[in-house]
């Protein structure tokens, strides 16, 4: 009977390792946008203009098997990533844009493809925080902006920057 329990103790510690070791290396690519343009107002949805670049973002997301889906809780932001967690079968998960080291804590247990939709200032900043580059903020009417980052085996990453363009009718 003991011996039993060993063997049982033995497996359950392989196993472990093996998930740890394929967390350590399975490749997890963030993709950062700010929301898509939006309406005046204090909390404000998107124009028709971004209505159309949100839709833009889920077609350039389609074959990326995004998993995980998180927005401030902002109209304006939920807005842009609907179409792409809807796209994936997810719901939005919401974060707070003024934790953005928390953030960054949640994106480094994720593995996959994550989007995080959220503002002119977040964005570029959880953008520096995952790599250690000093990106400036957007300005008002910077919309295109894909930040993409590729955190590889034991943490080392790597990022692009893509300019999408909103989809045409």
């Known amino acids: 009977m003991v011996y039993l329990k060993q ?15 394929a967390s350590l290396n399975a490749e997890h690519v963030i993709y950062l946008v ?34 995980a889906v998180f927005s401030t809780n902002y109209k304006r932001t939920i807005e842009t990533a609907e179409p792409t967690a809807k796209q994936a079968g997810i719901e939005v998960d ?7 080291p928390l953030m960054k804590e949640k994106l480094s247990l994720k593995e996959g493809a994550t989007l995080v939709v959220g ?13 250690g580059l000093n990106h400036a903020d957007l300005d008002e009417h910077q919309y295109d902006h894909v930040y993409i980052v590729t955190v590889g085996v034991e943490g080392k990453t790597s990022y692009t920057i893509h300019y999408l363009e909103p989809r045409t009718p």
């Open 7 to 21: 063997m049982m103790m033995a497996m359950l510690t392989s196993l472990m390792l093996v998930f740890t070791t």
């Open 94 to 100: 919401k974060y707070d844009p003024r934790n953005l």
């Open 34 to 67: 700010r929301h898509a343009e939006k309406e005046k107002g204090s909390n404000p949805s998107l124009t028709q203009g971004g209505i159309k670049r949100a839709a833009a973002l889920a077609e350039f997301l389609k074959d990326k098997n995004v998993n």
């Open 119 to 131: 503002h002119s200032n977040t964005t570029p900043r959880l953008f520096n925080l995952l790599t």
